[in-house]
């Protein structure tokens, strides 16, 4: 069974840093490519950063480049999102999406709110 279980959200101050995971079951993490998408309240899902199987290559939102950092760890099966200079239209709901329309395993997201 596919599972993808996201933490690390929570209330922070504008400026403030948070670290995201993603943790992943039920197929080879390792083999497939991984996104952040994020939801804000009233709004529909936004891509904001992808990563290759390896690793190696990393893409990102304009809104968000030189502020978040996407990783992986694949021995743990585990995508991470690190997230500094935190500011108030990035709050929502982020969720690692499942890599394949077949796998149909969203998680419930982490809530992420940046709020003084």
């Known amino acids: 069974e596919v599972q993808l279980v996201e933490s690390g959200g929570g209330l922070v101050q504008p400026g403030g840093s948070l670290r995201l995971s993603c943790a992943a079951s039920g197929f080879t993490f390792g083999s497939f490519d991984m996104t952040w998408v994020r939801q804000a309240p009233g709004k529909g899902p936004e891509w904001v950063s992808g990563i290759n199987s390896g690793g190696g290559t990393t893409y990102y939102a304009d809104s968000v480049k030189g502020r978040f950092t996407i990783s992986r760890d694949n021995n743990r099966n585990t995508l991470y999102l690190q997230m500094n200079s935190l500011r108030p239209g990035v709050t929502g709901v982020y969720c690692c999406?499942?890599?394949?329309?077949?796998?149909?395993?969203w998680g419930r997201g982490t809530r992420v709110r940046v709020s003084s």
């Open positions: 999406p499942p890599p394949m329309p077949a796998f149909d395993a």
